[in-house]
């Protein structure tokens, strides 16, 4: 694909666009893609990032990424028209859930917002009803929060209060009145996760939740991202990367 974009919108945080030269093919929220780091003799696997945005209209994807290492630093430094290898579209994505009656919370994390902003893009577009809860340890962390305020209810958490409630998203109001969503879709750190898995078990809510483990291969041969299950070990790259809570050995 062809780098049509790539904008830091913070120290830690870049959205890179591409362009696909075929059509898109059809993209679920929650899935994900498969980068080479080209210019990086040091980093030969692939990393995976989700799916941020697309636009079938431009052909193009968008990933937002967090510069956490070597792979992601050089990802950051690819300029307009650099090709880049993308395999995609990986997993399983949220599930048709998110389209059923009744009304959805979203919550993402840090950059658990990636998928989370996708999702409530396409319920959005769809005429679903939905809130959005996001959270940070500061302000500069509540990605795409201005973007997502001009289309959808959203609430957020700091743990430095520079925005919103201070603490964690589970310190949230709403999510003492957690049973007036039918379900909630999640994306972030893993003891946010959990943490929201609990709730939502605790409170019989149907609940998704969209691991990141570190991957290698990406499609289900070497086994370097599997975690348990009720059903066993299984693959978040094949199998996932989302999973109701209630298959979760958590
Ligand atoms: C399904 C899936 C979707 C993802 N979506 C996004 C996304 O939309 N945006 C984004 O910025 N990142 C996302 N990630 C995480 C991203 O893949 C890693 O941050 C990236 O691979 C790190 O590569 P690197 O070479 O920069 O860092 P490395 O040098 O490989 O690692 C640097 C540091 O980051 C940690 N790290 C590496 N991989 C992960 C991981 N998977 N989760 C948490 N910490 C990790 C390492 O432990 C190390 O401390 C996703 C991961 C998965 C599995
Ligand atoms: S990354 Fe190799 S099996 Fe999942």
């Not at 904008?7 to 059809?26: A, G, M, V």
Request: net charge neutral; glycine share 10%; aromatic share 10%.
């Amino acid at each position: 694909m062809i780098i049509i974009g790539n904008t830091r919108i913070s120290d830690d945080y870049f959205i890179l666009e591409c362009k696909d030269s075929q059509p898109l093919p059809c993209i679920k929220p929650g899935q994900f893609a498969h980068l080479k780091v080209e210019s990086n003799p040091s980093v030969f696997l692939r990393r995976p990032f989700s799916i941020h945005d697309c636009n079938y209209e431009k052909n193009t994807i968008s990933f937002l990424i967090k510069i956490v290492g070597n792979g992601s630093a050089t990802l950051s430094q690819l300029r307009e028209n650099e090709v880049v290898s993308i395999v995609y579209p990986l997993g399983n994505g949220f599930s048709d859930e998110a389209a059923a009656e009744g009304k959805s919370l979203l919550i993402g994390g840090g950059v658990g917002i990636a998928p989370i902003f996708f999702l409530a893009k396409e319920l959005k577009q769809n005429k679903f009803d939905y809130d959005v809860l996001l959270g940070g340890k500061k302000v500069s962390d509540l990605l795409c929060y201005n973007q997502l305020k001009q289309f959808c209810s959203v609430f957020c958490t700091t743990e430095d209060g520079s925005e919103g409630t201070r603490g964690f998203v589970t310190d949230h109001e709403i999510m003492r009145n957690i049973s007036r969503y039918d379900r909630i879709f999640c994306c972030g750190p893993t003891p946010m996760m959990k943490a929201v898995g609990k709730k939502a078990c605790d409170n019989g809510i149907f609940c998704e939740v969209s691991l990141e483990n570190k991957m290698a291969c990406g499609f289900g041969v070497c086994l370097c991202c599997v975690t348990p299950t009720n059903e066993g070990n299984r693959c978040i790259c094949t199998d996932g990367p989302v999973f109701n809570i209630n298959e979760l050995k958590w």
